[in-house]
């Protein structure tokens, strides 16, 4: 109950194009759903992140999808670049709802954006 | 504003042996929050230390222990070390526990 689950574990598209990412949960009451992106060899930075109370969030080319009902939200990068050739993780956490705001994550999509 | 840093940066150690990581928290933070990922894998929840105390804990066993100190820089210390204990490990920190978290580089620990 306490996983997320990711996909695809990898993706490859061209530039320009539109990167989707998935993930669903099974816990309820997990309110806090943050992106993070990872290089190689380098910490996951903080993305974007919603709550359960809006169904969407758009920050520059990043959007969050949001679908409480059916426990999924998605990452979608719009018009990707090569730069943006990473490997994503989703994660969720319970924030107030729990004793500690610890982040489960998924198991990461590889991102390779071809020029 | 200085961000997360991790100290060292690499590591390699022989089986048994005990290692310390070390984590600046960003300034502001009082809040940290250790993981450890292995190769290709997603963070695990390690445990997470506020204003000096342990404040949940993954599931992990208890030769991984914590330590927070008053400027809200933290130690992870790893007793009795195993092969399946090579993983980068990870510090992040936020202002407060249920707030926004942000990762350092990350110690990369090699056990032989």
């Known amino acids: 109950q306490q996983q997320v689950k990711q996909s695809p574990q990898s993706l490859i598209v061209q530039k320009g194009g539109i990167s989707i990412i998935n993930c669903a949960y099974e816990n309820t009451a997990f309110d806090y759903f943050p992106w993070y992106q990872q290089f190689p060899g380098k910490g996951p930075a903080l993305l974007i992140a919603i709550r359960p109370d809006v169904s969407e969030k758009k920050e520059g080319r990043f959007t969050i999808s949001f679908n409480k009902s059916a426990k999924q939200f998605s990452l979608h990068i719009m018009d990707s670049q090569p730069g943006d050739s990473a490997t994503y993780f989703c994660a969720a956490s319970e924030g107030y709802g729990g004793a500690t705001n610890k982040l489960i994550f998924g198991t990461g999509t590889l991102l390779a954006v071809q020029p | 504003e200085t961000g997360v840093t991790q100290s060292p940066t690499h590591l390699i150690k022989t089986r048994g042996q005990q290692v310390t990581l070390r984590c600046s928290s960003q300034s502001g933070h009082n809040t940290v929050s250790w993981y450890q990922q292995a190769l290709g894998q997603g963070p695990q929840f390690i445990f997470q230390y506020y204003r000096e105390e342990e404040n949940g804990r993954g599931n992990f066993p208890p030769r991984f222990s914590g330590l927070q100190f008053p400027n809200y820089s933290s130690e992870l210390n790893v007793n009795a070390l195993e092969l399946d204990d090579s993983a980068l490990y990870l510090c992040?920190?936020?202002?407060?526990?249920?707030?926004?978290?942000?990762f350092g580089p990350g110690t990369r620990l090699t056990v032989t």
């Open positions: 992040a920190s936020s202002p407060g526990p249920f707030y926004e978290q942000y």
